[in-house]
């Protein structure tokens, strides 16, 4: 017997998850199949201890570590901003009720040795030893600037062109030096690398408008984080699939996407044909479809006490610029803890992940591109923002999930 459906997805990381949600609010009927036992692909969070130390093939847990199944262990560590996208996506899906989030304590960047706070009031930024008397005033009129930017309002532009003025162009006119460029560019831009330095200034704007307005909502950093890891997140999506109507398939291996004239008609799994108008799909589905560009290095570290010159933070984000170490691309670290329930009481779990530096990664499509070594979210929704609209003709905007429920709650 052969299954109708118009939209399969193989394997369930977050952006296939995210994906199979929205499509099966949307009405359409989704199979979602995954060749492993556990949600969240290749950014899952892997639990007990012993299956993390058994997928990296070393010998322990050390019996130090505590029970095993106090353990949470993020494939690929990642925070949300609390402004960004992927949480307007949790807030309109209302996956928010499967999901409970904690403040990241702080953020932090590494500057000639030290660690330093990221100014997160007016009153750090006047005490941070960041930047000195000077800077502190230009770096404060251009914050000004930015925050009263409004891109349809040319007042608010200062005679400069956001789309033509490069953002070296801007510090220049701040009279702002590379200090100032480093950390604003690295730790509120949240940019890997300097590229962005000749680029149109509108991009960089944007980044430190998100940046302070996600600060704004808590105060102490501009992240959060889910309790027990961020295999939440797509467990969350797929719970919202389910409720409306999706089939879920894990531990289910697939042969072979059917392709008739060039289009996917179905999907070959385990004896079984399922067919389907449209396929999502991570890249580990289509090996023969995608291109290697570049590779991410993750470091997991356990730990049995905070990272010190953080005020003893049960969470926290740091960002090495890549200059301050001789490197093309940022190293981060983001530290999350029992706090979390990610490890067991006590314990603390140190990522550092930076981009392995190859000459020329190619630049290529990707059927869903793999996950970068940013710490936040904002990458990838704009990818998932891209792929729904090849995938359905229109935008993805996030006011159009809100529940066809107002007539209901009337009546109550």
């Not at 977050?14 to 199979?31: A, T, Y």
């Not at 398939?249 to 108008?277: H, M, P, Q, T, Y």
Request: hydrophobic residues 35%.
């Amino acid at each position: 017997s052969m299954q109708e459906f118009d939209i399969i997805v193989l394997g369930t990381g977050l952006k296939e998850c995210i994906l199979s949600g929205l499509m099966s609010v949307s009405g359409k009927k989704v199979l979602h199949i995954d060749r492993n036992p556990y949600y969240g692909g290749e950014s899952a969070s892997i639990s007990p201890l012993e299956e993390v130390y058994r997928k990296f093939q070393v010998p322990g847990p050390a019996k130090s570590l505590g029970r095993g199944r106090d353990w949470n262990v993020d494939l690929i560590p990642k925070f949300l901003l609390a402004s960004g996208q992927l949480v307007k996506m949790l807030v309109y899906t209302e996956v928010t009720r499967y999901l409970d989030f904690k403040v990241i304590e702080g953020s932090y960047v590494y500057k000639a040795g030290k660690i330093h706070k990221v100014p997160s009031t007016e009153a750090e930024a006047l005490s941070s030893d960041l930047m000195g008397m000077f800077d502190k005033r230009r770096f404060r009129k251009l914050l000004v600037f930015i925050l009263n930017f409004e891109e349809g309002d040319p007042r608010t532009h200062q005679d400069i062109d956001p789309n033509r003025t490069s953002m070296r162009e801007l510090f220049r006119r701040f009279d702002l030096g590379p200090d100032i460029m480093e950390f604003t560019g690295h730790a509120l831009a949240l940019y890997r690398n300097d590229d962005y330095l000749d680029q149109p200034c509108v991009q960089t704007i944007r980044r430190i408008k998100l940046y302070t307005e996600s600060l704004a909502r808590y105060n102490c950093s501009p992240y959060l984080y889910p309790l027990y890891g961020l295999g939440e997140l797509p467990q969350g999506f797929a719970r919202l699939s389910a409720v409306h109507g999706g089939t879920y398939i894990l531990n289910r291996g697939v042969e072979d996407i059917v392709l008739d004239k060039g289009k996917v008609v179905a999907v070959k799994s385990e004896g079984a044909v399922f067919r389907c108008k449209q396929l999502i799909c991570d890249p580990s589905y289509v090996p023969n479809r995608v291109k290697k560009v570049g590779r991410v290095i993750r470091v997991i570290c356990f730990l049995n006490h905070p990272i010190k010159n953080t005020h003893d933070a049960n969470s926290c984000q740091i960002i090495i610029p890549q200059a301050q170490v001789h490197r093309k691309s940022d190293i981060y670290v983001c530290m999350v803890s029992y706090t979390h329930n990610v490890s067991s009481s006590g314990m603390y779990v140190a990522m550092v992940s930076t981009t392995v530096e190859t000459n020329d990664p190619e630049k290529e499509i990707f059927v869903s591109r793999s996950y970068d070594a940013t710490t936040h979210f904002e990458t990838e929704c704009e990818d998932i923002k891209d792929m729904y609209r090849r995938m359905t003709g229109s935008e993805f905007i996030f006011g159009d999930l809100r529940r066809d429920c107002d007539d209901d709650e009337d009546e109550d």
